[in-house]
Each structure stands twice: as structure tokens, then as C-alpha cells.
């Protein structure tokens, strides 16, 4: 009896070890079968708009872009290298926008755009331009602020003007302080 009471207990010691070497081999192995992240391809919906393919859209701008990274809640987010942007007025698109780096609020689709910004009107018969770096769309107001110094391009000619606010409601331009010279031919 002895004979098999030593065997038995032989055995349970090599169980108790056996599982106690699985359980450490498996806490110092966990975490480490973590799933990819789903491909950067499917769209990311948005309340009003989509992002997808390089090319974020809302219901009152859009934007072809390089490089986006949006917050993990897809409220906000920053966008570089922004090519082709449109910001709509009344539903049409209204001016086209290039910028260096813009930071866009998803929530208020309010914008800020920073860097080389350009700014053109699209189907503008004077076929007028604006070069600056800072922009600020505020879409609850519809107003487009241009608070640095911007440069404004038409036929050749061109003027500084300290600011610049759009009011697309009401349809009113507010300049500041204009400096340079411009040639009227009637």
C-alpha cells in the first residue's frame, strides 16, 4: 500500500506542478493575441457627413486631404495636406479652399484652417483670390474669418488687407486696413 500511496502522491505533485507552469506560462502570454484593427478603407460615418478614400464630407464643406486622424470619440480631428476643399453656401458650393493643416470640430462642422491657405470663389468672373494663414469657418453663424494679414489677388493685382469676415447670411464683407494700390478701368 505504501508503494501506491508514493505513486499517487508523485503524481499529484507532477499535476500540481504541470498546471501551475501552464498557469504562469499563460499570464506571461496574455495580451499578446490582440485582433488587427479593422482596414483603414471602410468609411467612418459621421452625423452629417463621411469620411472615405482621402475625402471627408459634410453638409456645409468637404475636403480631399493627405493625411486625417480624427479623435477616438469622431467628434474632432486634424487634417493635412487639404487640396480641392469646397465650403457651400445655401447647399452649392461656393468657395474652394486649400490649406497646409486644418482642425475641423465635427460636431459644429466649425473649422480652422492654419499654415499656406489659399482661398479661392468658384465660378468668380474676376476670377478673385486670398492667400493667408489663418481661416476660421464658424458654421452656426455661417461666417468666414480671416483675422492675420491676407493677401487679395484679382487681374494681376494685389492687396493686403489686415482682415477679412464673410457673413454668408446676410451677404456682407468686412475689411480691415487695406494697403496697395488698385487700377479701375471702366
Do not use: C
Not at 504562469?24 to 496574455?30: D, F, K, N, P
Not at 482642425?103 to 473649422?111: E, G, K, P, Q
Amino acid at each position: 500500500m505504501s508503494r501506491r500511496k508514493a505513486l499517487l502522491r508523485r503524481l499529484a505533485i507532477g499535476g500540481g506542478l504541470l498546471l501551475f507552469v501552464y498557469v504562469v506560462v499563460e499570464i506571461v502570454l496574455a495580451g499578446r493575441g490582440v485582433p488587427p484593427l479593422p482596414p483603414a478603407q471602410t468609411p467612418i460615418e459621421l452625423r452629417g457627413g463621411h469620411v472615405l478614400n482621402n475625402h471627408i464630407t459634410t453638409k456645409s464643406w468637404s475636403f480631399d486631404y493627405d493625411r486625417a486622424r480624427l479623435s477616438p470619440d469622431g467628434l474632432s480631428g486634424s487634417v493635412d495636406g487639404v487640396r480641392n476643399g469646397i465650403v457651400f453656401r445655401k447647399g452649392k458650393p461656393y468657395l474652394r479652399i486649400s490649406a497646409k493643416h486644418i482642425t475641423v470640430n465635427i460636431s459644429t462642422l466649425d473649422f480652422t484652417a492654419v499654415g499656406k491657405v489659399h482661398i479661392e470663389r468658384i465660378d468668380d468672373p474676376e476670377k478673385r483670390s486670398f492667400d493667408t494663414d489663418l481661416v476660421t469657418w464658424t458654421n452656426d453663424a455661417k461666417v468666414l474669418r480671416m483675422a492675420h494679414p491676407s493677401y487679395v489677388h484679382s487681374g494681376g493685382q494685389t492687396l493686403v488687407i489686415t482682415n477679412i469676415t464673410v457673413n454668408f447670411d446676410d451677404d456682407s464683407i468686412r475689411l480691415g486696413k487695406v494697403s496697395g494700390g488698385v487700377e479701375l478701368h471702366r
